[in-house]
């Protein structure tokens, strides 16, 4: 490793980082969803139904927080897919 840095020193400097990005890019997408943007809804969806899907990896691996994670997903995925007032607050 360079200049004798482990993989937890590396960790150690780099997660705080990547959750300082991911913040970031959470209040872009939040403030996009207060606008009614319609590239925040979509973005949303989609990050949804990634997150759906890490739900039923985590329930086949038995991880506890699956469950939590698909209910709370369908129920934004399917709001901002299928609600009619939701739709004619994005378009």
Sequence with gaps: MALGM???????????????LMGIFFI??????WKRRLWSRNTV???SLLSLIY???AISQ????????IILNCLIAGYLIWNKRAKEAFS
Excluded: E
Excluded at 28 to 33: E, N, S
């Design 6 to 20: 482990n993989f937890s020193g590396i960790f150690a400097i780099m997660a705080p980082i990547i959750i300082l």
């Design 28 to 33: 872009f997408i939040a403030r996009g969803l």
């Design 45 to 47: 969806i989609i990050l």
């Design 55 to 57: 739900g039923v990896i």
């Design 62 to 69: 038995g991880i506890g927080n699956g469950i939590i994670a």
